[in-house]
C-alpha cells in the first residue's frame, strides 16, 4: 500500500534510509588527480590573500567608470546626411528602397566616445543581466549617476533596486569593494534576487574592469545571503561574450545582451550570434554570411559575402554593434567590415577602421 | 603518496565524498569538489588547531566548496542550461537511488528542491548522523539556527513529498542513470 502523508519521526527514518554512495575511484586515482590538479591552481589561490590585504590599503571611491574614451573614434568620420541603399536581392519590393541614415543614429546601442558608467541590471523578469552605460562628464558620483537613470531604467523593463544604496570602491589593482546595508532588498529576495543581485554586481565591477569583488555588510565583511550562504570574495571571471538583442519587457525597446555563456574563438561567437534562440534573439540576421575573420594588429576585418541580404537599417546596425562589442570582448581595437555590396550602413563605413565602443546602452534608449 | 592524504582518505574518504554527492546531486560533480576540498584541505592541514574534530573541519571545508560550486552554478550560463536540463534531472536517478523504494527515491527527488541551507543540515544531521551541535560546529551556525533550519527542511520536505504523491508519483517508471 502506498503512502500519501507522513509524519515527523517518519521523514527522518527515510532519510536515515538514504543509501550510502561511495566514490567509486581508486585512492591511487584520486591521489593521481589530486597531484596533476594541485599545480595550475596555486596561483588563483594567492588572489583571496591579495584581496584581503587591498582592502586594509587606501580605497579610492570610484564614482566615475575606468574606461578610458576612445580618441580614435573613427565612426565619427560619418556623415548624418549619408544614405544606405538595400540590397536588392531577397528581399521584399516595399523594402527594397534607398533608406536614410539620418534617423539609425538615435537608435544606436553603443556609445561610441567619451566615459560611462557600465550598470549590469536584471530585467524585471529576472532571467538576465544588461549592461546599459550613462555618458558621463566630470566625475559624478555612480549612485547618483544611477539615481538620475533609475525612472528610464524602470521604463526599459530593468530592475535598479539592487544597486541601489551599494557602494562601490575600488584599490589600485582592480580588486573593487562592495558596501551595502543590512537592511538591503538582496537579504531578503529569494534565491533568485541573491542571483540576480550577484549577477548585477558582476556585470557592473567587469565593466569598471575589476577581477574581484569584496564585499562588506556594514561595517563586517561579508554577506550573509539566506539562499547562497556566506560570501566574502567573488572572482570576477574572464570572459568572452557574443551579443544578442534582448526586449526585456513587451514592447520595450531592444537592447543589447551579452552573452551568458564565453566562446573560445570570435567565429564562435559570431556563429552564436546568429542561431541563438530562447529569451535572446540572433543580432546577426540569417540573411548574412560571414565569409571571413581576420585578425589584423588588433584590427577585426569582418568579410561578408556578395550574396547577403542587410535588412531594415536600424537591426542591420544592431548587427554591426553587437558584432563590435563582441569584437571589444576578444580585445580587438577597431573592425573593418568589407564585402556585402555595401558601402555603409547608418553611421558604419564599409573598408574604414572602426574603433570598438565604449559601453554597451546608452541611456537615453530610443 | 602523501602522508596526510592517505590518512585522511582512510578515515574520511567516504563521508566527504556522500556529503557532496548528496549535496549536488551528481556523482561526476562530487567527484570534482572532492578534490578541491583535499587541495584545501592539504594546503591549510598544518594550521588545524583542534579546536574542532577533524571530522566537522574537514565537512566545513567541504560545505565551502559546496557552496562555492552552487554559486558558479547560479552563473546565467548555468542557469539556461540548467532549464534545458530540468527534464534530464526528473527522468535519471543515480544507481544508488534508482534500486531503492519509491519512498526513498521520492525523498531524493524532494531534496532538490530544499534551499542549500536546508539541505546542508539535513545531510549532515540524517545522511551523515552528525548530532546537532556537530552540525552547528560544522556550519559555523548556533545549535538553535540548525534545529530551526531542520524543522522548516522537514516541513518542506514533507510537503514536497505528499503533493508529488498526490500528483501520482508512484506511476512513474524512472529509468537508472
Known sequence: MRKFQWNEEEMESLLKQMPPVKDRRSKAAIYEQLAHAKQPKRRGRIVPAVVSVAAACLFVLIGVSLYPSSPTNESKKAKPEMSMTMQAKEVAPNENRTMQADEAPSFSRVLMSGNAVVFGLPDASAQTVIPISIAVEGQTPLNEQLEAAKAELVNLGLDAKWLEGVTFMASRNNEWTVHLSGTHPVFSSGSTGEEMFLASIEETVRWMGGTSVQFFTDAKKGIDLPNTGHLETITIAKKQRAYYLYAPKEGAPTLLAPSPQSFATIEKAFESMQAVSGMFRPSIAKEVHIASVQSQHGDLVVQFTADSSFADSVSSQWMLEAILLTAKEFHFRSVTFTGGNVGNIGPYRWNEKIAVPVAPNPLPVH | ?177
Open chain 2, 1 to 177: 603518496m602523501d602522508s596526510v592524504f592517505d590518512e585522511l582518505y582512510e578515515k574520511y574518504h567516504q563521508d566527504l565524498f556522500q556529503f557532496l554527492f548528496y549535496m549536488v546531486r551528481n556523482r561526476e560533480q562530487a567527484e570534482d569538489l572532492v578534490q578541491e576540498v583535499y587541495i584545501k584541505v592539504l594546503r591549510s592541514y598544518d594550521r588545524f588547531e583542534g579546536r574542532s574534530s577533524e571530522k566537522t573541519w574537514l565537512l566545513s571545508i567541504a560545505k565551502h566548496v559546496a557552496i562555492d560550486f552552487f554559486r558558479k552554478q547560479r552563473s546565467f550560463r548555468a542557469k539556461l542550461m540548467n532549464a534545458w536540463k530540468v527534464q534530464d534531472d526528473k527522468a535519471l536517478l543515480p544507481e544508488e537511488i534508482a534500486v531503492q523504494r519509491e519512498e526513498i527515491q521520492l525523498m531524493y527527488r524532494c531534496l532538490g528542491n530544499c534551499t542549500i541551507d536546508q539541505r546542508l543540515v539535513v545531510v549532515l544531521r540524517f545522511i551523515q548522523g552528525l548530532s546537532v551541535a556537530e552540525t552547528a560546529e560544522t556550519l559555523g551556525w548556533t545549535e538553535s539556527k540548525v534545529k530551526t533550519t531542520q524543522h522548516r527542511a522537514l516541513k518542506r520536505l514533507k510537503q514536497q513529498m505528499e503533493e508529488a504523491a498526490k500528483g501520482g508519483w508512484h506511476h512513474e517508471k524512472i529509468p537508472m542513470e
